[in-house]
T-cell receptor
Framework: DAGVTQSPTHLIKTRGQQVTLRCSPK?????VSWYQQALGQGPQFIFQ???????QRGNFPDRFSGHQFPNYSSELNVNALLLGDSALYLC?????????????FGPGTRLTVL | GDSVTQMEGPVTLSEEAFLTINCTYT??????LFWYVQYPGEGLQLLLK?????DKGSNKGFEATYRKETTSFHLEKGSVQVSDSAVYFC?????????????FGSGTQLTVLP
């Protein structure tokens, strides 16, 4: 049973560019959440998708957007990159109807903005 | 809003020492509580959870008890191993409505020396 997978593993971009990160959830899960983890910090919630719609958003600007596909996989897009966007981006999957909010995390994508 | 406060790190212990990592939280109601572990270069793995007051979560020798009266969820292990070296995150389920998200502490780096 494959867990949560993310691609790419590492990415280097320059300021002003745009980036797309991808996530495939654990088998049986229908909900995908994205988190940003700056160096030395805990993950910060960006947004959550299920049924192909954004359901909840954290305190992140509109430059951060996403998408969920019918197979439950998801993309995170960041436009007009800033140096401060450099971080580890984590995808987490879960089952929306689970009684407890237990989320399973992927290995992350390390984004460096120069 | 919801928040999690963890003890400042880093923490350095000798093998077989006793470990305590403090975690307190602020939240409305009685959220589920979690400890996640992050090994170098990897994503987060769920270590243990507790879903109601006085619950004790346990896994791999680690334990944490949900204390409603002190709003705490301290992580303990009686005898740490070198392989326990990692970053530990306390988190709470800050879901509202139909969306489910986790709020994390800033993490505590643990190094265990042989």
């Amino acid at each position: 049973d494959a867990g949560v997978t993310q691609s790419p593993t590492h990415l280097i971009k320059t300021r002003g560019q745009q980036v797309t990160l991808r996530c495939s959830p654990k088998s049986g899960h229908d909900t995908v959440s994205w988190y940003q983890q700056a160096l030395g910090q805990g993950p910060q919630f960006i947004f959550q998708y299920y049924e192909e719609e954004e359901r909840q958003r954290g305190n992140f600007p509109d430059r951060f957007s996403g998408h969920q596909f019918p197979n439950y996989s998801s993309e995170l897009n960041v436009n007009a990159l800033l140096l401060g966007d450099s971080a580890l981006y984590l995808c987490a999957s879960s089952w929306r109807l689970a009684f407890y909010n237990e989320q399973f995390f992927g290995p992350g994508t390390r984004l460096t903005v120069l | 809003g919801d928040s999690v406060t963890q003890m400042e790190g880093p923490v350095t212990l000798s093998e077989e020492a006793f470990l305590t990592i403090n975690c307190t939280y602020t939240a409305t109601g009685y959220p589920s509580l979690f400890w996640y572990v992050q090994y170098p270069g990897e994503g987060l793995q769920l270590l243990l959870k507790a879903t109601k007051a006085d619950d004790k979560g346990s896994n791999k020798g680690f334990e944490a008890t949900y204390r409603k009266e002190t709003t705490s969820f301290h992580l303990e292990k009686g005898s740490v191993q070198v392989s326990d070296s990692a970053v530990y995150f306390c988190a709470l389920d800050s879901s509202s409505g139909s969306a489910r998200q986790l709020t994390f502490g800033s993490g505590t780096q643990l190094t265990v020396l042989p």
